[in-house]
């Protein structure tokens, strides 16, 4: 062995193994798999469902009949209008339940005495399901926009405050002894350590709160709506009208389903760094 | 030759399980400005806590740490400290882990702190990875961010926990070497925590050997080998009966813990 040993340019296999990173950004043929196995099972059901309508099956309408719901209730803008209602009141609520669950969260994470002073009422409501507030909202707020926005806002709210108050709790302590060595003060160490090295459970939290502000949303639209899918639904049930029914829990499902894979781009996207496993 | 780092009197004790666990227990340590100062002992023999007050992470509850000095209130960036958990930013590039500590300081322009963190990239060898993330770098690349991160901030004094712990043998010598090299170039006072006993003969101008519970100075030795050290010092009969008394030292007084519990 020679004494001087060449340090400068990066050690056999340490450089970054080649393709892992990349597989993750395009399909290859094991998510091209995926894809086609999903098809597949989303044909078998509707085929299931196709049959059990044409066996029989008291009232159930089939695929074809509620395509044609479906089509009616597009043609005529009723659907459109419908779905833009629940939207808005979803997005309104998520918005404001989460716009006010990260600082809350950060404050509970970062100070002691907030924790102390906020996480019983946090916990307390959250074993209250969003549904049993609808009462208390009409009294309260009357039956304007403003209850269902406030229970969406509630459930959205409670899903994603914990979240992000773990996610303040778990940042490695060492890191945030890195900043404070390198000259960091107490803000600099919060808004440069500590918010992006939670931004992953806030993230989660915000999936989550979305998926909750979109369960309460039906609930929500009880509260003598004029307009929305769930309020369509109430109306399909009064006439026995199942297929509207069907063409509703259909458009929450892709409506739902289409919003959290958007929320799983953005995810993917900003914890890029994250350390897979 | 002037005192960098002084402890005096120097305790920390921690509650544990509700009874005072006294970690480090009245030491006194005097590390000369440019010295290189390796301190091993057994698990819990409070080595790390050592650092720590000296980095300020920790405050003493007796005695005083002093650095040029001034007793140690909080971290500053005149000591750097390197840990050996590499503490890297994972969502920042290996550029912009290095840049961390020069946007925090005054009067430094971007154009300056970009000369900077590449001078020091390209010292540790990172020159190809400047731009990527720190999953994609093994841990002596790592280590090495770590290292040039510290550097960076330009401090008088590198406090270094177990920092090459978690690396393979032939990834530690290199990187002690590259430390050494570093350190005649530039001159700093280092503390260096580790467990390896010929890492911290082949490191140091002086090893302390500590002794647990309490945590306390069992015996400092001298390292009479001149610097630059290379691979022919490590092999010397000098090397061979410093470490021996190094290891005596150490393992001595395991055998005497194990007789006492």
Not at chain 1, 189 to 194: K, L, N, P
Not at chain 1, 219 to 235: K, N, P, S
Not at chain 2, 202 to 223: D, F, H, S, T, W
Request: one cysteine or more; charged letters at 20%; hydrophobic letters at 45%.
């Amino acid at each position: 062995m020679t004494s001087t040993i060449p340090v400068r340019g990066a050690p056999p296999g340490a450089t970054a193994p080649p393709g892992r990173s990349r597989a993750g950004r395009r399909p290859n043929r094991t998510s091209l798999r995926m894809l086609g196995l999903n098809a597949v099972a989303v044909a078998i059901g509707l085929a299931v469902w196709a049959g059990l309508a044409r066996a029989g099956v008291e009232g159930l309408p089939g695929p074809l009949a509620v395509a044609d719901r479906g089509w009616d209730l597009i043609e005529s803008g009723t659907l459109l209008e419908d779905t833009a209602a629940s939207l808005r009141r979803v997005f309104i609520g998520f918005l404001l339940g989460s716009l006010l669950a990260v600082p809350v969260g950060f404050l509970m994470g970062w100070y002691v005495t907030a924790r102390g002073l906020i996480e019983p009422y946090v916990q307390f409501f959250r074993t209250i399901p969003p549904l049993a507030i609808i009462p208390l909202a009409i009294v309260l707020l009357g039956i304007g926009e403003t209850p269902k926005i406030f229970v969406i806002t509630l459930a959205a709210f409670l899903s994603s405050v914990i979240s992000t108050f773990q996610g303040v709790v778990s940042v490695d302590k060492t890191l945030i002894n890195a900043a404070r060595v390198l000259g960091a003060g107490d803000g600099v160490t919060f808004r440069r350590v500590v918010v992006p090295a939670s931004s992953p459970f806030i993230l989660v939290g915000m999936r989550i709160g979305l998926g909750s502000a979109w369960a309460t949303l039906v609930a929500a639209e009880l509260i003598a709506a004029q307009q929305g899918v769930g309020y369509r639904m109430q109306q399909a049930q009064l006439y026995y009208d199942l297929p509207t029914i069907f063409v509703g829990l259909i458009t929450i499902g892709v409506l739902g389903l289409i919003m959290d894979r958007i929320l799983l781009l953005v995810e993917r996207r900003l914890t890029r760094w994250q350390e897979r496993r | 030759m002037t005192t960098k780092i002084s402890f005096q009197q120097t305790s920390c004790a921690f509650l544990v399980n509700g009874a005072d666990f006294l970690a480090v227990d009245r030491v006194d340590l005097d590390i000369a400005d440019r010295e290189v100062v390796t301190v091993v002992g057994p698990s819990g023999c409070g080595k790390s806590t050592l650092l720590n007050m000296a980095a300020g992470l920790v405050n003493p509850t007796g005695g005083q740490v002093y650095v040029d000095g001034v007793p140690v209130r909080e971290p500053g960036p005149e000591r750097g400290v390197i840990f050996q958990q590499y503490a890297l930013f994972p969502w920042l590039t290996v550029r912009s882990n290095v840049e961390f500590g020069l946007t925090l300081q005054r009067g430094v322009s971007r154009a300056e702190r970009r000369r900077r963190a590449q001078h020091f990239i390209d010292l540790v060898g990172l020159t190809d990875f400047a731009d990527a993330l720190p999953k994609t770098l093994s841990g002596g690349m790592r280590q090495r961010c770590a290292i040039a991160r510290a550097y960076a901030v330009n401090p008088s004094i590198l406090l270094m926990d177990e920092p090459f712990g978690a690396l393979d043998a032939l990834t530690r010598v290199q990187m002690q070497d590259q430390l050494l090299r570093a350190w005649s170039a530039e001159q700093r006072t280092i503390m260096f925590i580790t467990h390896d006993v010929d890492e911290a003969v082949y490191l140091a101008n002086r090893v302390v050997v500590m002794a647990a519970r309490p945590g306390r100075i069992k015996e400092i030795i001298p390292v009479e080998l001149p610097y630059p050290r290379t691979e022919a010092h490590r092999l010397s009969p000098e090397f061979t009966e410093i470490r021996n008394r190094v290891w005596h030292a150490v393992y001595h007084q395991a055998l005497e813990e194990d007789r006492a519990t």
